[in-house]
């Protein structure tokens, strides 16, 4: 019989589901909130509205940096499926407090709300490393399933954008408001708790030694000092600040550059992730059996930096839209195949402090990369292409220099 995603498996997809809903409910969102409303002081000047919005954008990744080691490390010593409630509740209590912020014109208040759910959604490390576990002993199922998280993070995209793009906008129905799309995904997540409660069942393991912070932070610095762990995680780095800087200014581009409608923004971002997950779903697996994940990181890399850089010359919209749909789907196999080639760096008790590194990594890059637009584009706005190219032209350089001879998935620690 084929073997499938195992059913206590599905919460911890439905948790990741929610941990990329999170991030991604609000990019349609901040942009004209922020840039071309009276929600914050009409007297702040354009680079004031920049800077506010790249502080923004930077708060939930802020917070995901702060949060993941913590539970990578709790991932190793404590019940999963009990950081994972906690996690749950924390993440609605976020969401609560994001839409009472849009609903009273508080911008203290969106921070407040923004990084608290930043922070329990860093239980994506957990995620990672509970599928590890789930598929830890057949490499080909593992393959594939690490293309299928990828999807989930496309369908989740393809969810999110129209809930927060269509519902915010007043202008398609009276009873949208900019809340709207935020209640909507609190009840998203408390019916994913009730969910985890009652289904998930997490396997079982060996004694593990109690938590200790001093003990647990000396064997944190020797993950990332170990031979063959940098420049897997350097690669991934760079992979996030060149597409996902893209994503998180995507609409603040659109509407400074072209002077795009909501809809039409909201309408780019779904493609996107439509495209996002298709290639995921259907492409990774069948490549990564053909040829190995540094020739497809390689390759990849180099692609996402030539369309990155035509997006940066390109003047026309319809084209733009066009570049940035191969730029997804090139970046939906560039991910899983990164995130793979983590998950095999090593086995066993360590892995909750690999893939809460991996999350830290990430969460830095989606800090860096608003910090640094609120500055550049407020220069110029083609600036935001002409910096993520260069991002990813660095990682091809990381993969074509230190990730050669044996494949990095046949390391070990």
């Known amino acids: 019989m084929k073997q499938k995603i195992l059913p206590p498996a599905l919460p911890i997809l439905g948790v990741f589901f929610l941990d990329s809903l999170s991030f991604v409910i ?42 993941a080691p913590l539970f990578g490390e709790l991932a190793d010593h404590k019940s999963k ?33 923004r990084f608290v759910t930043g922070f329990f959604s860093a239980n994506r490390a957990i995620c990672l490393s509970a599928l590890n576990d789930q598929f830890k002993n057949n490499h080909s199922l593992k393959i594939k399933n690490f293309g299928r998280i990828t999807a989930i993070e496309g369908v989740s995209f393809t969810i999110a954008i129209p809930l927060g793009g269509w519902l915010s906008d007043k202008n398609l129905d009276q009873y949208f408001s900019v809340s709207l799309p935020i209640w909507i995904a609190l009840i998203f997540s408390l019916i994913n708790l009730i969910f985890l409660i009652t289904v998930y069942q997490e396997p079982k393991h060996g004694k593990t030694p109690p938590l200790k912070l001093k003990r647990s932070c000396h064997e944190f610095i020797q993950v990332i000092q170990t031979k063959g762990v940098k420049p897997v995680i350097f690669t991934h780095f760079f992979l996030v600040l060149s597409w996902f800087t893209t994503l998180q200014f995507n609409s603040a581009f659109l509407i ?82 990164s995130l793979y080639l983590a998950a095999e760096l090593k086995k066993g008790k360590v892995q909750g402090k ?30 935001l292409h002409l910096f993520t190219a260069t991002s990813s032209l660095i990682g091809f350089f990381i993969v074509f220099i230190y990730l050669k001879g044996r494949p990095p998935e046949k390391q070990t620690l």
């Open 354 to 383: 690999i893939q809460g590194l991996y999350q830290s990594v990430k969460s830095l890059a989606l800090i860096l990369g608003p910090i640094s637009m609120s500055y550049l584009i407020d220069l110029n706005i083609n600036y």
């Open 256 to 337: 400074v550059k072209f002077s795009e409608s909501n809809f039409a923004i909201t309408t780019t971002y779904l493609f996107i992730g439509i495209f996002w997950g298709i290639s995921s779903w259907f492409f990774y697996s069948k490549i990564s059996k053909k040829t190995s994940h540094r020739r497809i990181l390689k390759t990849g890399f180099s692609l996402l930096t030539t369309l990155l850089f035509a997006c940066f010359f390109n003047p026309n919209f319809l084209i733009y839209g066009f570049l940035l749909i191969l730029c997804s789907s090139i970046s939906s196999i560039l991910w899983p195949a």
């Open 81 to 113: 499926k009990h950081v994972f409630i906690y996690t749950l509740i924390g993440i609605s209590f976020g969401y609560f407090l994001t839409a009472l912020s849009l609903e009273f014109d508080l911008l203290y208040l969106l921070f407040l709300g």
């Open 26 to 67: 609000v990019l349609p969102i901040f942009a004209h909130l922020i840039l071309d409303s009276s929600f914050i002081d009409p007297a702040f000047t354009t680079f004031e509205r920049f800077l506010t919005l790249g502080a923004l954008l930077a708060s939930f990744p802020l917070a995901q940096l702060l949060g």
